[in-house]
């Protein structure tokens, strides 16, 4: 009995070993690098804020942050908050490249994590409006 693999002209390209189509397995390397580029990015962002953000008004490092001690954490639980969601980007990825597929409760997780920082940006935008 022949499977559809053993056609040339309607397979997928399939991972020898998983089973997982090989463009699926791209799609989540690609994933996992693009997640921690985001993740390592806004890590950085954030150590590099942090300290006038929490020193509001006064000269830190010849950065000087203008609003109040809250809107700084705020913003940097904000930055972290999608420093997070990159992480959880990655993490997508490595599923799709072992599994071929994301589990939807992880779905459900990230776009909950999307819901709260979009909620955050808005709370920040009356804030500074």
């Known amino acids: 009995m022949r499977s559809m693999n053993d056609n040339p002209h309607t397979a997928t390209p399939v ?3 998983s089973g997982v189509p090989a463009a699926t397995r791209w799609r989540g390397r690609a994933l996992v690098v693009l997640g921690l580029l985001l993740t390592i990015g806004l890590l950085l962002l954030m150590i590099r ?3 006038p953000m929490l020193n509001p008004g006064k000269p830190v490092d010849g950065l000087t942050f203008n ?5 700084g954490a705020l913003v940097i639980a904000l930055v972290a908050g ?3 969601f990159g992480l959880g980007i990655s993490a997508a990825g490595v599923y799709l490249v072992r599994d071929g597929r994301v589990p939807i409760a992880f779905q459900v997780v990230l776009g909950l994590m999307v ?3 979009v909620g955050v940006a808005m709370v ?3 804030a500074l409006g």
Not at 67 to 71: F, L, R
């Open 15 to 17: 991972a020898q070993a």
């Open 49 to 51: 804020l942090m300290p």
């Open 67 to 71: 609003g109040s001690a809250t809107m």
């Open 82 to 84: 999608l420093s997070l």
């Open 115 to 117: 819901v709260a920082a």
């Open 124 to 126: 920040l935008n009356r």
